[in-house]
């Protein structure tokens, strides 16, 4: 910043996420109870079988396409992929026809924590990646961009918490436009006391970072709020956060769909899910944030330690998608209605009645109201879902297009 001035805060989110050398990402398994912070997957492993069971209910929908590639975005620690593979061991028609899987991953260290979830081969380096075999017998690889994956079978992709790890951009409207904010970063004077006769000690302080509105004019405002009839007519003084990195990835999924095509799907076939927190409609605004040990802290102290994240803004993912591809946007629908669409409330009372001890139901009980409780900030209010299908398809089942279960009076 002594250089180049203050920086946007993706390029901040960017070097502190996935810098080559001190990434949060690249070095850190942050996952679970012994990491920073824990997702659906890892409290349940009935949140990954209702995604394996929405994906064979829109491959059923979609005419049971013989041939299909299972993608994850952000796989974290492979609980999910894992879960959903479980699940579909239940369901021989749709097992047998996963050609193969795609991991979309830039950590190493979590690449290693993913094969090792769900492989028991080797994994050996290929010119594209990496791959493996999982336990199921079914082809696994590795690529650090979406893009990279190979366009040649009809996929499913699901993006659990992945977009809110995305760079984002923000603005204010000010009297004279659309003006960005940036970080920059302040040095603090050095202070000195006196210790002993004829001499002083210095107090140090690392240099301390900070939002600042810039002044002047930036090309990012091209792409951001002066893209889009959602920014222009809004109000002096005004927040905005943008995430072109995230128009991006929706547009790849919408383009991916609309190509898929088959003789009973000659508009396009597959599907896309995206389960992530933000708000459903309004434009997100100050929400980035940092968390650590499971505490929310500042973003802007130890850069590289804590994870960044921001909400996501599904309306600008559905704007984009339906502009770039021939697909149906569907949602974004609260957590906790999809999961009871998708039978989780039935789900979650057969895993009590299994068990054997108050204990064992306990943990059920829990694990599930923590999945679909909607009081205050709990998950199943501020996480929402989406989903991606060919224009012309039938509703998904979530999102109005059919109900699974419904029943959650059981579970207590």
């Not at 049971?64 to 028609?93: C, H, N, V, Y």
């Not at 299994?354 to 205050?376: F, M, N």
Request: aromatic share 8%.
């Amino acid at each position: 910043m002594q250089t180049t001035g203050p920086i946007s805060v993706a390029a901040y989110m960017r070097q502190c996420l996935t810098n080559p050398e001190s990434g949060y990402y690249i070095n850190k398994d942050p996952f679970g109870t012994e990491g920073d912070f824990i997702t659906s997957p890892e409290i349940s492993q009935m949140f990954g079988e209702v995604v394996a069971i929405w994906c064979i209910t829109e491959w059923i929908a979609q005419r049971r396409p013989q041939r299909i590639r299972l993608i994850e975005l952000g796989p974290g620690r492979g609980t999910l992929m894992r879960d959903m593979l479980k699940a579909f061991q239940s369901f021989a028609q749709f097992k047998n026809i996963i050609v193969d899987i795609c991991l979309v991953e830039a950590s190493p260290t979590l690449r290693t924590t993913q094969h090792g979830t769900l492989c028991d081969s080797a994994m050996t380096e290929t010119e594209d990646g990496f791959s493996s075999v999982t336990r199921y017998g079914i082809p696994i690889k590795w690529y650090v961009n979406l893009k990279e994956v190979p366009t040649d079978i009809i996929s499913f992709i699901i993006a659990h918490e992945f977009f809110d790890a995305l760079p984002i951009h923000q603005f204010e409207h000010t009297q004279n436009g659309w003006r960005e904010i940036m970080i920059d970063y302040s040095v603090p004077q050095v202070k000195t006391a006196l210790s002993l006769p004829g001499q002083t000690r210095s107090f140090d302080e690392d240099p301390k970072f900070h939002l600042t509105v810039l002044p002047y004019y930036t090309p990012s405002s091209k792409i951001g709020p002066e893209s889009s009839s959602r920014y222009i007519n809004l109000p002096v003084k005004s927040k905005i956060e943008i995430s072109p990195e995230s128009w991006d990835v929706a547009k790849e999924l919408a383009l991916r769909i609309s190509e898929q095509r088959t003789p009973e799907a000659p508009t396009g076939s597959g599907a896309a899910l995206v389960i992530d927190y933000g708000p459903a409609e309004t434009i997100p605004v100050d929400t980035l944030r940092a968390i650590k040990g499971h505490h929310f802290v500042s973003p802007f102290e130890e850069p590289g330690t804590a994870d960044l994240s921001a909400d996501v803004d599904f309306t600008a993912l559905k704007l984009v998608a339906e502009q770039e591809g021939n697909v149906a946007v569907h949602g974004a629908v609260e957590q906790s209605d999809w999961l009871h669409a998708l039978g989780i409330g039935a789900r979650a009372t057969v895993l009590a009645s299994q068990q054997t001890t108050p204990e064992g139901k306990d943990r059920i009980a829990k694990e599930y109201h923590r999945l679909v409780e909607r009081s205050g900030g709990a998950m199943g209010k501020i996480y929402k879902v989406m989903a991606f299908t060919p224009r012309g398809t039938p509703t998904p089942v979530g999102f109005g297009g059919g109900v699974i279960d419904q029943g959650d009076d059981d579970v207590e």
